[in-house]
Every structure is written in C-alpha cells, then in structure tokens.
C-alpha cells in the first residue's frame, strides 16, 4: 500500500511539473489570444509579432491531425524546427497565418497579397467540449478547418513560461 501512495504522488508531482491544464472556456481561450496581440498600429498589420508557432516539417501544419500551438517565447526557447507556420493575432478572434524557415540564409516567410492567409476564429461548445474553427476572412468567411480544442497547459522551459495549444483537426 506503501509503495502504491508513494508512486501515486510521483504520478501527481510529475503531471504538475510538466504542464499545468488551463480552464477551457471561450473566455479563457480568446483572454488569452488577445494577450499575445502586439500591433504598433491598427492600420497595419506587424507578421510574425507575438505569433504563435508551431513545426511545419513535412507540412505537418496542414496535414496532421493534432497540432501543438506554441506562444512565441515559449517556442523560441524549447523547440527547434526548420519549417514553421505562425499565427499572427490582431484582434482577439482575427490572425493572419505565414509559413516561414530560419535554418538556411537568408531566413524566409511567405505571407499572400490577395488575403487567404487571414482567419476568424470561432469558438464553440458541443457536448462539453470546446472547438475553434477558423474561417477565410477574404473568401465572405466560409469555413477553412475546425479543431476539437484537447488541452490548454502552461508550461515552463529554462527560464520561459508560456502555454501551449493542443488542437485536433475535425475536418
């Protein structure tokens, strides 16, 4: 019984230490992109600000099922990949997507003039569950991906604390 009680508080310990699961409601999901907004000017729009990364190797952005979304510093500091795509918020609800690589000289980003790259995002619960879909802003909003929204943890490498967005793709 001993042994049982002592690795369930190794169990309770490590699950804290590794991530600490942040509440999943609308609210908390769109505070916390709002947050992560930083535009010098509402005319405008500053790609690759506070965005949030993830890997993009193989396209895996646009063909996995499950995406981990990183905030800026968190990423930068514990994830090393050549590929990525970024979310770049503007408003709480509104990002613009840009593909970029940092591993060959000169560095490089592909953002699109004709406005495909920008997305709303709506938030909605079903069944007690929380999805994001986003849709093409240039395209009279029709629907681009929904994602079931798994986990929203904080989590902490070296000396940057930042959350991470795990989405699954719906469709």
């Known amino acids: 019984m001993k042994l049982i009680s002592t690795l369930f508080i190794i169990a309770l310990t490590f699950g804290t230490a590794s991530g600490q699961q942040k509440s999943l409601t609308k609210a908390s999901v769109f ?22 990364l993830t890997c993009n190797k193989d396209s895996a952005f646009f063909k996995n099922d499950t995406i981990r979304l990183f905030e800026n510093n968190l990423y930068r500091a514990a994830y090393i990949c050549c590929d990525k795509v970024g979310w770049t918020f503007w408003k709480k609800d509104s990002f613009i997507i840009q593909e970029s690589q940092n591993c060959t000289e000169p560095p490089t980003g592909k953002i699109y003039k004709d406005g495909s790259d920008t997305f709303t995002i709506k938030l909605e619960n079903k069944e007690g569950k929380l999805y994001l879909s986003t849709f093409y802003t240039y395209d009279r909003n029709r629907l681009a991906h929904t994602f079931l929204i798994k986990s929203l943890v904080e989590e902490k490498n070296g000396n940057e604390v930042g959350h991470v967005l795990t989405l699954v793709r719906v469709n």
Request: glycine share 4%.
């Open 31 to 52: 505070k916390l992109f709002k947050s992560s907004i930083e535009q010098e000017s509402k005319k405008s729009i500053s790609v690759g600000s506070n965005e949030w």
